[in-house]
């Protein structure tokens, strides 16, 4: 079955049906956060607008000290890019079509992307390597390129029909 995203005003799962059960991934608030925030520079990406870790903190509600670490980690992962001085603000590196999910929670989420431990003895490594291969080996692969496959640009589109962002004309 397919992996799909629910986003929620505090929370983002990463939601997968394994044999008709729920399986919930909770993703970390720096995760959460940068996604977020992602999105409010996306929105504005048209405009050449740079905008304050100050306004993105008021606008969704969070800490602007625990922001300012999100943002250093996406532009360390070259994500956004920042001008100084009146007038300054962060703005996106690239077009919102060309930023998946999974490169803000990559740069975000380390721990998320990690190989899994090895969960049993070396006495039966071929347990290990068949748990590896078919169970996590494709869990890792569905996320990905679940997570790949959502632009930012996809984000913000979905954001525009929540929040009457489109005007439609007859």
């Given at each position: 079955d397919k992996i799909s995203f629910i986003l929620y005003v505090k929370h983002i799962y990463i939601l997968s049906y394994i044999h008709q059960e729920a399986f919930f991934m909770?993703?970390?608030?720096?995760?959460?956060?940068?996604?977020?925030?992602?999105?409010?520079?996306?929105?504005?990406?048209?405009?050449?607008?740079?905008?304050?870790?100050?306004?993105?903190?008021?606008?969704?509600?969070?800490?602007?000290?625990?922001?300012?670490?999100?943002?250093s980690q996406l532009k360390q992962a070259g994500l956004?890019?920042?001008?100084?001085?009146?007038?300054?603000?962060?703005?996106?590196a690239y077009d919102p079509q060309e930023i998946t999910v999974f490169d803000i929670l990559s740069a975000?989420?380390?721990?998320?992307?990690?190989?899994?431990?090895?969960?049993?003895?070396?006495?039966y490594e071929s347990i290990e390597k068949t748990m590896q291969n078919l169970v996590w080996g494709e869990l890792d692969k569905s996320i990905q390129s679940t997570l790949k496959s959502i632009t930012l640009k996809d984000l913000i589109n979905q954001t525009g029909k929540y929040t009457g962002g489109y005007m439609y004309y007859i």
């Open positions: 909770r993703i970390s608030t720096k995760g959460r956060y940068g996604l977020a925030a992602m999105i409010v520079l996306g929105q504005s990406y048209n405009s050449g607008e740079h905008i304050t870790i100050i306004s993105i903190s008021e606008r969704l509600g969070i800490s602007k000290i625990y922001l300012e670490q999100v943002f956004i890019t920042s001008i100084k001085g009146a007038g300054g603000g962060y703005y996106l975000t989420e380390a721990s998320l992307f990690e190989k899994t431990e090895e969960s049993v003895s070396k006495h």
